[in-house]
């Protein structure tokens, strides 16, 4: 069965983030407006489907959209405004950049501050219910793991090609290693406690 399209209207703006729990790396978050059109019976939670899916989505809903926006906040920005602040910005720059202003916004999640007086709500697991927030769902998790791919490039040693900058046992003693990166969220705890114990 296919996920919904929209809550309330047409130009309703599905709004989700990648990299909220990340060590390093930005918080990214997309907005999508779809037209009542679309339908895509593989479009999901991007964290279900497989990277090929991924990438293919993303073309399409590229293409079909009538506007999208993705935005990445970076991990100063992180430290400076705290993760809750910056997924919020995050998101109000996405819907701010989209070409066509929405009418109702549908936000993955339970919490959402109020942007613009732009009615929305928030939908737990939203984002394998509704088509326009999984579509914000792909595109964030597809230009987050690209940006997270090129700073590979430059810091080979964490394994961001694999981990995307979450906290795996790998990255941890990579930090633990070669200590932090500029992409590096200070304000996290970036080592277990049993990794910095003097024993």
């Known amino acids: 069965m296919s996920l919904r399209l929209n ?3 047409t130009l309703e703006a599905g709004v989700d ?3 909220r729990g990340s060590l390093a790396g930005p918080v990214t978050a997309a907005a999508v407006i779809l037209p009542n059109s679309f339908n895509s019976e593989i479009l999901n939670d991007s964290k279900k489907i497989s990277k090929d899916k991924r990438n293919q989505l ?3 809903i590229e293409k079909e959209a009538i506007t999208f926006s993705v935005i990445n906040i970076e991990s100063k920005i992180i430290d400076k405004i705290n993760i809750l602040n910056a997924t919020m910005k995050a998101m109000h720059l996405a819907i701010n950049n989209l070409k066509v202003k929405p009418k109702h916004l549908l936000v993955d999640g339970n919490f959402f501050y109020d942007f613009n007086n732009i009615p929305h709500k928030c939908i737990i697991k939203g984002d394998s219910k ?3 927030i999984a579509a914000a769902s792909i595109l964030a998790k597809t230009y987050r793991d690209d940006y997270m791919l090129d700073l590979n490039k430059i810091n080979s040693n964490y394994g961001w090609d694999k981990n995307k900058g979450y906290g795996t046992e790998r990255h941890r003693q990579a930090i633990k290693k070669y200590g932090t990166t500029k992409f590096h969220r200070k304000s996290f ?4 406690k049993q990794l910095v114990l003097s024993l």
Do not use: D, M, T
Not at 189 to 192: G, I, P, R, V
């Open 58 to 60: 993303r073309k399409i």
């Open 130 to 132: 509704y088509q326009n």
């Open 7 to 9: 809550f309330f209207s």
């Open 189 to 192: 705890q970036l080592l277990k």
């Open 17 to 19: 983030e990648a990299g």
